[in-house]
Structures are given as structure tokens and as C-alpha cells.
């Protein structure tokens, strides 16, 4: 019996046989077990490393994620804000603007006895950017320093057409504005049959042909006079029952 290396033991019979190996007894099991603290503690922080690694990995990708989004929103708010050709994502984002301003006023969407652009006016800055309420074929660059300025929002500048008088609970076939100026589809391009462009309640934009135009007008009014009467007798007016025979 010996030790790994083949030596023998002190006080075996090899040692008293062989009397060269004169060297203090090694206790091998208490070097194992040292051995095993040691590599429990190199495991242990081996694992704590590890931990804390993954830690700074993920603020790392979260704070990634952060700038990412940031960057998109900017982005989006930029090319919607930019884009001279393709207004279609500014009446997605008026919508939203309408419906958390009536979201903050009890459900109303905006009102000024002044007049409709007075009216428009109210969601700017907080719910809309300047560029927004230029409509689609309007003065952009100037409805944008005008704002700024504080000026008023005039015909001049904008070419929405907003009836008001409506509250975000009204039938979604009302709409809720359109583009003044015939031949203008929602993307900025040009309609031959001379059609509008119309955001309703909804949250729908349709392209309103030339030849249903005047009609459309009749039928928006008819619905407008009784949601707003509507409003005074306490009935949501989606719960009416209309008949196109009332605005013919």
C-alpha cells in the first residue's frame, strides 16, 4: 500500500524494509477534500461571473430594445411629418389625435364657436403636430410656422373640412372630416373621377367618388343633424335606426 505514486506509507511494511523513504506521512484524503472546497468555491464563482454577465446582457439588450423604439417612433413621426406624397398615414394619426382628445374632454371631440379651424387648432401641440392638420392639399410649410408662431389655423392653410358638434360614441358611418379640394385621394395623389378623401368615426379613410359626392354630402348631413339632436335627448345615435329614405 502507497501513495499515488507508488511510494509506500510510513510505518508499512515496505518503509521498514526500505528505510530511504524518511518523509512526513501526506494525509491524501485531507488534500481531497481541500481539493473539493477549492473547486466547489471556483464553481461558485465561476457561476456568480456567469450571473452577473447575463445581468449586464440583459440592461444591455433592454436598453437596446429602448433606443430601437425610440428610433422607430421618431422615425415614423418624421416620415408622416415629411412625406409630401404619401399623407395617408397623417389621417391614421389625426384619428388617434381626435380620440384621445375626446378620450381627455368627457367623449367630446374638439369645439370652438369661432369656427371649424379654430376648432382644429385645439389639438395642436398636445395631440397633433403642425404638420398634421395641414390637410392634404394644404399650405404644409406654412401651417407649420404658423402654428409655431401661434397664429391662427385659417382656410388659408388647411384643407380639412370638419364639421363639428360630434362625440366619439356617435354612429362610426359619420365623418368625422375630409379633404376640401376634389381629385385628391388619401396618398396625396390625384383621383380623375374629382373624389374625396374621408376619414369617418371609425377610423376608416375611403376615397368617396366625384359622381357620389353630393349625395354623400346629404346623407353625412342627415346624420350629423341627428346625432347632434341625439346628443340633447340623451340616445346614442348608433343606437338609431336611419333610413336612407330620410336624407333622399
Known amino acids: ?8 506509507f ?5 518503509h521498514q524494509a526500505n528505510s530511504r523513504w524518511h518523509y ?13 472546497r477549492c473547486s ?30 425610440s428610433f422607430i417612433t421618431i422615425s415614423l413621426w418624421l416620415a408622416g411629418c415629411n412625406s409630401h406624397k404619401d399623407r395617408l398615414v397623417e389621417m391614421t394619426n389625426i384619428w388617434v ?13 374638439p369645439r370652438n364657436d369661432t369656427n371649424y379651424y379654430a376648432a382644429l387648432q385645439l389639438l395642436y401641440p398636445n395631440y397633433s403636430p403642425a404638420c398634421e392638420l395641414a390637410g392634404l392639399s394644404g399650405d404644409y410649410e406654412a401651417t407649420i410656422t404658423a402654428l409655431k408662431q401661434g397664429e ?27 379633404e376640401r379640394r376634389a381629385g385628391v385621394r388619401p396618398t396625396g395623389n390625384e383621383d380623375p373621377s374629382g373624389g374625396h378623401a ?4 371609425s377610423g376608416e379613410i375611403k376615397q368617396i367618388p366625384g359622381p357620389e359626392w353630393d349625395g354623400f354630402l346629404k346623407k353625412q348631413e342627415f346624420l ?4 347632434i339632436e341625439a346628443h340633447g335627448a340623451g340616445v346614442k345615435p348608433a343606437q338609431l335606426q336611419l333610413s336612407p329614405k330620410n336624407y333622399k
Not at 466547489?40 to 464563482?45: A, I, L
Not at 449586464?56 to 436598453?63: D, I
Not at 350629423?224 to 346625432?227: G, N
Open 152 to 178: 391662427p389655423l385659417t382656410g388659408n392653410l388647411s384643407s380639412w373640412v370638419y364639421p363639428q358638434g360630434l362625440r366619439e360614441d356617435d354612429g362610426l358611418d359619420l365623418a368625422l372630416l375630409w
Open 1 to 8: 500500500m502507497g501513495d499515488p505514486f507508488g511510494r509506500p
Open 224 to 227: 350629423r343633424k341627428t346625432a
Open 40 to 69: 466547489r468555491f471556483y464553481n461558485f464563482c465561476y457561476h456568480v461571473r456567469e450571473l452577473h454577465l447575463s445581468v449586464k446582457s440583459m440592461k444591455f439588450q433592454r436598453l437596446t430594445l429602448l433606443v430601437s423604439i
Open 97 to 109: 389625435a381626435f380620440h384621445n382628445y375626446a378620450l381627455d374632454h368627457g367623449g367630446w371631440f
Open 198 to 201: 374621408v376619414l369617418f368615426i
Open 24 to 36: 512526513r506521512p501526506i494525509l491524501w484524503h485531507r488534500l481531497s477534500e481541500r481539493s473539493s
Open 10 to 14: 510510513r510505518g508499512s511494511r515496505c
